[in-house]
């Protein structure tokens, strides 16, 4: 069965580090999020994104963030200068449309990076 | 603004016990409803979820769930727990027909089970 792959699983870097999480939603998908959980705390979401472009994002999501698709695989959430406060489990998540209809609203979510910030 | 809420934080069973977990959620219009399980050191999974129709679903390891309208809650029981079943559980909501909605997670509820 496919499924969303995210790399890497854990990583570690020092305050106001730049870091990329790479992501790869399952092949035939057309949405795109990120979602983070704070050790101890529920899931949030970050953002969406569909064809090409940003969709929806949250308050969290603010300029020190990003999102690309640079290719017709990967799905990336960069995040410029890092605070102590991005310490969380970043997970990506990807969901399909039908032809013809509305989309299924079923997202699929990868096992998630773990990022430490020191 | 959608919302979702657990009530039971920590719920601690013994096996073969039943189980339900409340979830509530506050909105007005048509959502799809979902809830998800997070095993200890994994990633999340969908345990199973309500789009439309009969009202009472069943989703994978023997888990079910009700949606009653009514009373805006999609509670989710499983007759007989087993330690396996040890685990952190989110209800979630998402607005259907929203093209790219977002999940609005509950805070989850964690499941201890002793053998």
């Known amino acids: 069965e496919p499924e969303v792959t995210q790399t890497p699983s854990h990583q570690v870097t020092q305050m106001g580090q730049e870091v990329i999480l790479r992501c790869v939603p399952i092949s035939n998908h057309l949405y795109f999020y990120w979602y983070r959980q704070i050790l101890g705390q529920k899931v949030e979401f970050l953002v969406s994104f569909y064809n090409n472009e940003i969709s929806e994002k949250s308050e969290i999501f603010d300029d020190q963030f990003s999102v690309e698709r640079p290719d017709g695989s990967n799905f990336t959430l960069k995040i410029r200068s890092t605070k102590l406060e991005d310490s969380a489990m970043y997970f990506c998540a990807s969901k399909s449309r039908l032809a013809g209809g509305p989309p299924p609203d079923t997202q699929y979510f990868g096992p998630g990076t773990r990022l430490t910030v020191l | 603004a959608q919302s979702v809420s657990q009530h039971n934080h920590h719920v601690i069973l013994s096996e073969a016990a039943s189980l339900e977990l409340g979830c509530n959620y506050s909105y007005g219009g048509t959502v799809n409803l979902f809830w998800y399980v997070q095993y200890p050191g994994q990633h999340l999974q969908l345990l199973l979820k309500?789009?439309?129709?009969?009202?009472l679903v069943k989703g994978i390891k023997g888990f079910e769930a009700e949606f009653i309208k009514s009373k805006f809650s999609f509670n989710l029981r499983k007759p007989s727990v087993q330690w396996s079943d040890t685990a952190e559980y989110f209800c979630a909501v998402n607005v259907r027909y929203s093209s790219a909605s977002k999940i609005i997670f509950g805070s989850g509820t964690r499941l201890s089970i002793r053998p």
């Open positions: 309500y789009f439309s129709g009969d009202p």
